[in-house]
């Protein structure tokens, strides 16, 4: 079993910037794409970001390319999202995902172990 605790959320003003952080109980953590997702209430898990095991592939959702930039410290177990210019469409809960099998990135069924999420406001 694998426990993976989000931190680094909070409340901003558009524009402002943040850096979520993603850390996994395992040492097994480096070997796997492990994935930002977001939601609000109301509405389903979307997919933010994701990076391969190594770190040599990111992939992002169109409406944060640009400004959110995924990467990994697998010698620490961790996972980065670092947000840059932030508008108030960014406001949600922040998950990060880990997946084991080859499945694909984009749909939270694939994923075998969450976060319990961290609360971004972007507010004016």
């Known amino acids: 079993q694998v426990q993976l605790v989000e931190s680094g959320g909070g409340v901003v003003h558009p524009g402002d910037s943040l850096r979520l952080t993603c850390t996994a109980s395992?040492?097994?953590?480096?070997?796997?794409?492990v994935t930002w997702f977001r939601q609000v209430p109301g509405k389903e898990r979307e997919f933010v970001a994701s990076?391969?095991?190594?770190?040599?592939?990111?992939d992002y959702a169109a409406s944060v390319k640009g400004r959110f930039t995924i990467s990994r410290d697998n010698a620490q177990n961790t996972v980065y999202l670092q947000m840059n210019s932030l508008t108030l469409e960014d406001t949600a809960v922040y998950y990060c995902?880990?997946?084991?099998?080859?499945?694909?990135?984009?749909?939270?069924?694939?994923?075998?172990?969450w976060g319990q999420g961290t609360q971004v406001t972007v507010s004016s």
């Open positions: 395992r040492r097994t953590f480096p070997l796997h794409t």
């Open positions: 990076i391969t095991r190594v770190g040599t592939m990111q």
């Open positions: 995902a880990q997946k084991v099998g080859v499945g694909s990135i984009y749909y939270t069924s694939e994923y075998d172990y």
